[in-house]
C-alpha cells in the first residue's frame, strides 16, 4: 500500500511539473522579438588620424618645426608620444663608438579633420618635405551635434525596420504592442566594406512585442 501511494504522489508530481512548462511555453507565444537595423554611408565625415614621424634624430626640428605649422591650421592637433633609441643591432652593443647618426626618433599625433580634403592636404605637404613618416586613419569623426543628430535618425530608421519585420510575423500592426526597446552594439558587421574609416554609421534595436 505505501508503493502505491509513493507511486501516486509521483504521477501527481509529474504532472504538475509538465502543466507548469505548457503554461511557461504558452506565455512565451504571446511575444515576438526581433532585431532592427539601419546603416547609412556617410561621405562627409571627417577622419581620426595617427601621423608619426620615424626617422634620424638629425631631421626630428625639421619635422618639429613643420609640425608646429601644421598645428595652427588644425588646432586639435596633439602629441602624444616621443621615443629616442639607438639604430643598431643588439651583438654590436660594446663593439662599437655610438655616433650620433646612431640615434633616431619616433614623434606620435593625433589628428582630427573635418573632411577628405584637408586629409588630401595633410598628405601632400608631409610627401613634399620627404619626411619619413607613417599615418594611421583609426576611425571617423562628426561634429558632436551632428552625430546625435544622426544617432537619432538611424535609431528611427531601425526602429521603423523592426516595424516592418513584426507585421511581416503577425497579422499587422494593430496584432501587437511594443513593451521594449534596447539598444544593441552598434558596431558594424564585420568586413573591409565596413570598417570604421569607410564613413559608415549603423543603428541596431532589440524591439519585444506582444500579440494581441
Not at 522579438?33 to 626630428?60: C, K, Q
Not at 584637408?118 to 610627401?127: A, E, K, T
Amino acid at each position: 500500500m505505501k508503493n502505491v501511494c509513493v507511486w501516486v504522489l509521483a504521477m501527481l508530481a509529474g504532472f504538475g511539473t509538465l502543466s507548469s512548462c505548457q503554461v511557461h511555453d504558452e506565455a512565451q507565444e504571446d511575444y515576438l522579438e526581433v532585431i532592427g537595423e539601419h546603416e547609412r554611408s556617410m561621405p562627409d565625415a571627417g577622419y581620426r588620424l595617427n601621423l608619426s614621424y620615424n626617422g634620424p634624430m638629425g631631421m626630428r626640428d625639421k619635422f618639429m618645426e613643420w609640425a608646429d605649422s601644421l598645428q595652427k591650421q588644425v588646432p586639435n592637433m596633439v602629441l602624444t608620444s616621443e621615443n629616442i633609441y639607438i639604430h643598431h643591432m643588439p651583438e654590436q652593443m660594446g663593439q662599437e663608438k655610438i655616433r650620433p647618426e646612431m640615434y633616431q626618433t619616433s614623434v606620435s599625433y593625433n589628428i582630427t579633420v573635418a573632411d577628405s580634403a584637408m586629409y588630401g592636404r595633410i598628405m601632400q605637404d608631409v610627401l613634399r618635405h620627404n619626411f619619413p613618416f607613417s599615418v594611421n586613419v583609426s576611425g571617423t569623426v562628426l561634429d558632436p551635434d551632428k552625430r546625435q543628430q544622426v544617432q537619432q535618425e538611424l535609431m528611427q530608421q531601425a526602429l521603423d525596420n523592426a516595424k516592418a519585420k513584426l507585421n511581416f510575423l503577425s497579422n499587422g500592426e494593430d496584432s501587437y504592442r511594443i513593451v521594449g526597446v534596447e539598444e544593441l552594439d552598434n558596431t558594424v558587421p564585420y568586413g573591409p566594406e565596413y570598417n570604421d574609416f569607410n564613413r559608415r554609421m549603423v543603428a541596431r534595436l532589440k524591439v519585444k512585442a506582444r500579440l494581441q
